[in-house]
């Protein structure tokens, strides 16, 4: 940064303009020209009124038709209502004053024909929109533009609107900016992005594509700009990526290499001792993750896969070749119930291989090892039993939840990490594990949540990415359908249709948002459920059961957001035990017995409801979210989940998941009030589409936005990045990605690019530094 972008406002502008710029987190000359414009207004087109949405703040060009004002009828007072139009539609805006004298300048300026920019939040009032007390501006009134260039950029210039408050509304944001891009030079805005890298992508400078942003002669220069700003985000952003990349290739790992071809170890039984074929993508898979694991530099890979692909068999292998070498491994789950269903899944895939035995000297018998689990809920004895365990050696695989982080847990050798669900993780906790190593261990990390390309560039770009598509043979497939809530006839029928399901020796699963009846939900993230914000520290120990993954306020089809009612519109979401209640006295679910799962239950409780559902004593299950990932029982082959449209199309993917996979064919209902043209009912008619985890993903991504790409799977916090959009950029971000490699590759500390290494600095965050330091 330079001195002039370093310069606070206060010292910049007059006090009130500089704390109204503060109302928008502005605080330097730099916050201020990195404030870019939302979208650009024609001087000449007014905006489309029709598309504005209730509880929306808008800046909106349009003109007055007609003004009228009268004394309230019953209060003292004058109210004037004004109404603009572009052309087609039509917008109420309502003033309010002590007297008719009060509002006599609105009066007289707000006559039909006037044309100018008015801002405010949308409101409802008796099913008309209006704007209440709105800001504005009219076009041509030197009292609010300060010159005659200024009155000439309104009359034929692009007008920028920019993100507004109350107080300080878009157009007093353009002239403060005016006001600082008339004394700015050149040399006061430092470029990161390098000369040679600007020429070769045909590229302005950083000072003049500023200029074009928030002054354009055209769309075009303006649109140029743009362009230039997306390439910088994305390139400081890998830029960074690279070096961490650098940084990782240089550490010290123990290398982990296979057992010598005719020399027998747990891998080779284990391979010949499995009842199914892997598919070719396993084979694939398992080979690169064989080569790095036999490096003496610590492997840093991604498995993503679509559901059932096989995850957990891959990672498996690459486990037991850890335990052949000598080593432990750490496998960390984000709830117990996923824990617990991970150590039943290995120990059924090991078989005799998991009896007993220790990893290291004579006492290791044959070729077996064991399976330790540790949770936080584990009784004093146990968890003493499974501490032991890892100390030694004698577990050659742990699996765990946050108590795998406890200073108390250590390990013999720790030479892989596996974590699964990464989205549910903060960097503290998985940079506590990996401390146990002794030596930096081999890292794989695990998401069953399909990652579009574009954002496995970004938020996981210093890792190697494996990808699995394939579905094991024998899959069934599932059937999606969307169930109108609160129909009769629909209701009945998806009840009977589970009826069915229970009767011909199948299970099924009913999914709620919450627990309690009288509970609000917790919001969560929309890069995942169980997001890392808020949860570092100490949470650490927490394992994050029932943590519904809703979109946030505002985003397409949320609560409150646009698309679906309020949320003081909409019924109360459903929950666990008013639902298994309920059902308890269905005729169509008579006789069944009724099972219940949540995360406030106590560990052995769910192990127990786990047990009978999967054995058929209770085969329907009432549960939140607990059982999105990982839980496997195949004979579930129906889900009913209510309030579908309140899920985001990943976390709805993943409970699907949960059925149809053993040779019988699933059947998900989507139980939802949303209404049909709205992004919520959207969401809910791609999921009945398609099972491609991966087309999902992408819409999913196009509907939330991206969030912020380094943040989304670590905090879910709004976007640092202000321009870039990682579906829409692809090839832009692939370009960035190369050029920051080379300019990396030719000095890894930055020490030639100063300008590029203070803007990793000032763009990233104290927690995304953490993400790229201490991944």
Not at 125 to 154: C, I, K, V
Not at 395 to 424: M, N
Not at 649 to 673: A, E, F, K, M, T
């Amino acid at each position: 940064m330079s001195e002039r972008t370093d310069e606070r406002l206060e010292r910049a502008f007059d006090k009130r303009t500089a704390t109204a710029l503060g109302k928008l987190g502005l605080t330097t000359v730099g916050d201020l020209l990195g404030h870019y414009p939302r979208r650009y207004a024609d001087p000449g087109a007014l905006t489309d009124i029709a598309a504005l949405e209730v509880g929306e703040h808008v800046t909106i060009l349009a003109r007055v038709e007609q003004a009228t004002v009268r004394a309230m009828r019953n209060r003292k007072g004058a109210l004037m209502e004004v109404v603009v139009t572009d052309g087609s539609s039509r917008l109420s805006l309502t003033f309010f004053g002590k007297h008719r004298g009060s509002l006599y300048n609105h009066e007289k300026r707000l006559v039909p024909g006037a044309k100018g920019l008015f801002t405010g939040t949308v409101g409802l009032y008796r099913g008309t929109r209006q704007l209440t007390h709105p800001d504005f501006t009219l076009m041509g009134e030197e009292s609010d533009l300060d010159s005659d260039e200024a009155l000439l950029e309104h009359a034929t210039k692009p007008i920028p609107i920019y993100p507004a408050a109350a107080g300080i509304p878009s157009w007093k944001v353009q002239g403060a900016l005016r006001v600082v891009l008339d004394t700015l030079a050149d040399a006061d805005v430092p470029d990161p992005v390098p000369d040679e890298v600007r020429e070769r992508q045909g590229l302005p400078g950083r000072a003049a594509a500023l200029r074009s942003l928030h002054r354009p002669a055209t769309l075009e220069e303006a649109y140029r700009a743009r362009h230039r700003m997306r390439f910088e985000e994305a390139f400081v952003l890998q830029a960074a990526l690279a070096q961490r990349r650098a940084r990782t290739a240089a550490e010290d790992a123990t290398a982990r290499p296979p057992l010598p071809a005719g020399q027998t170890g747990i891998l080779a039984d284990f391979d010949a001792s499995l009842p199914f074929t892997l598919t070719d993508g396993q084979r694939e898979v398992g080979e690169e993750i064989a080569d790095e694991l036999a490096r003496p530099r610590p492997m840093h890979r991604l498995l993503q896969g679509e559901v059932g692909s096989g995850k957990t068999v891959v990672a498996l292998r690459a486990m037991l070749q850890v335990v052949d070498a000598g080593g432990q491994a750490a496998l960390l789950a984000p709830t117990e119930v996923l824990a617990a269903q991970h150590a039943r899944t290995l120990r059924t895939l090991l078989g005799p291989l998991a009896d007993a035995g220790t990893l290291f000297g004579a006492g290791r018998t044959g070729t077996s090892t064991q399976v330790a689990l540790l949770t936080g809920s584990l009784g004093a004895k146990a968890r003493k039993e499974a501490l032991l365990r890892a100390a030694s050696g004698e577990a050659g695989i742990v699996v765990g939840t946050h108590a795998l982080l406890s200073e108390q847990v250590q390990f013999a050798d720790l030479g892989l990490v596996v974590v699964d669900e990464q989205h549910r993780f903060g960097v503290e906790q998985r940079d506590a594990l990996r401390a146990k190593g002794r030596v930096s261990p081999h890292l794989l990390v695990m998401t069953a949540t399909p990652i579009p390309r574009t954002v496995a560039m970004t938020v996981f770009g210093d890792l190697e990415t494996s990808s699995l598509t394939q579905v094991p043979a024998g899959r069934a497939g599932i059937t999606t359908v969307a169930v109108p809530a609160g129909n009769v006839r629909w209701t009945d029928r998806t009840w009977a249709r589970v009826r069915e399901e229970v009767d011909a020796g199948r299970r099924a699963y009913v999914v709620c948002a919450r627990i309690h009846p009288d509970e609000e939900p917790a919001p969560g993230s929309g890069a995942g459920s169980g997001s890392s914000a808020g949860r570092t520290g100490r949470a650490a120990a927490r394992d994050f059961d029932d943590v519904p993954e809703f979109l946030d306020p505002g985003d397409p089809g949320g609560p409150g957001g646009p698309g679906t009612a309020g949320a003081a519109d909409r019924p109360p979401l459903r929950a666990v035990l008013e639902v298994a209640e309920e059902l308890r006295g269905r005729p169509e679910l008579a006789g069944i017995e009724i099972g219940v799962l949540h995360g406030q239950l106590p560990a052995d409780q769910k192990d127990a409801a786990m047990a009978a559902f999967a054995s058929g004593e209770t085969p329907v299950l009432v549960s939140t979210t607990v059982v999105e990932v990982g839980v496997d029982v195949p004979e579930a082959t129906a889900m009913v989940i209510f309030d579908a449209d309140r899920f985001g199309i990943s976390q709805l993917h993943q409970l699907r998941g949960r059925v149809g996979r053993g040779s019988d064919p699933g059947l998900c209902l989507l139980v939802s009030d949303a209404e049909p043209g709205t992004p919520a009912h959207a969401r809910l008619e791609a999921m009945t589409q398609t099972t491609d985890g991966f087309k999902l993903a992408n819409l999913d991504l196009e509907l939330r936005s991206e969030g912020d790409v380094l943040g989304a799977a670590q905090s879910g916090r709004a976007s640092s990045l202000r321009l870039l959009r990682v579906v829409k950029d692809a090839g832009l971000i692939e370009e960035a990605r190369t050029a920051a490699a080379d300019v990396v590759a030719a000095s890894p500390d930055l020490t030639e690019f100063p300008e590029l290494a203070a803007a990793i600095r000032a763009q990233l965050d104290e927690d995304q530094e953490e993400f790229l330091e201490r991944t």
